[in-house]
């Protein structure tokens, strides 16, 4: 899969699958810490493998290494994130008003951190810019097929 595509797919994966302030937040954030530590080693591993002589399929390698950091901040962000998570999704963290209070605080440090870490995803997809080899259009969809209509004498 073409680097982009693959931190495409990763921040498809990411929308489709929110955060939430309880245990299947918490879950759902250590999923997410786990695919971007598996998109940086391999942005990482690209970048390194691009100093090869001959390679031509992957983008240069100072950009893997950028797209490689900017996936390491969203990760660090995520990882953040996993305190206010852990603290939200204990049973009985909104059981008195006072609980209840504190749980807005770990909301808006939760929402900080998530923001944060969507903005390093988005300047990791925009270090790659545009995919390098446009799809080009199915030249069997774009041809008009004219149907012979077949008359006959009665």
């Keep these: ?14 929308r489709g699958h929110r955060i939430t302030g309880d245990g299947s937040g918490l879950f759902t ?20 493998y691009q100093l090869a002589p001959n390679i031509s399929d992957l983008p240069p390698a100072q950009t893997l290494g ?15 994130a996993l305190s206010p ?14 609980k209840q209070l504190d749980a807005i605080d770990q909301h808006s440090r939760l929402r900080v951190h998530l923001d944060d870490a969507g903005k390093a ?24 097929v004219q149907a012979t209509t077949v008359r006959r004498r009665s």
């Design 121 to 144: 995803l988005a300047a990791a997809r925009a270090c790659l810019g545009a995919p390098r080899n446009p799809a080009t259009p199915n030249t069997t969809a774009a041809v008009s």
């Design 66 to 80: 950028q797209t490689a950091a900017h996936l390491g901040r969203a990760i660090a962000h995520y990882t953040q």
């Design 29 to 48: 954030a250590t999923r997410h810490i786990g695919l971007l530590c598996h998109l940086a080693a391999r942005m990482a591993a690209d970048a390194e």
């Design 1 to 14: 899969m073409e680097p982009h595509k693959a931190v495409d797919a990763v921040i498809a994966d990411i």
């Design 85 to 98: 998570l852990v603290t939200l999704a204990q049973p009985g963290a909104q059981a008195t008003l006072q």
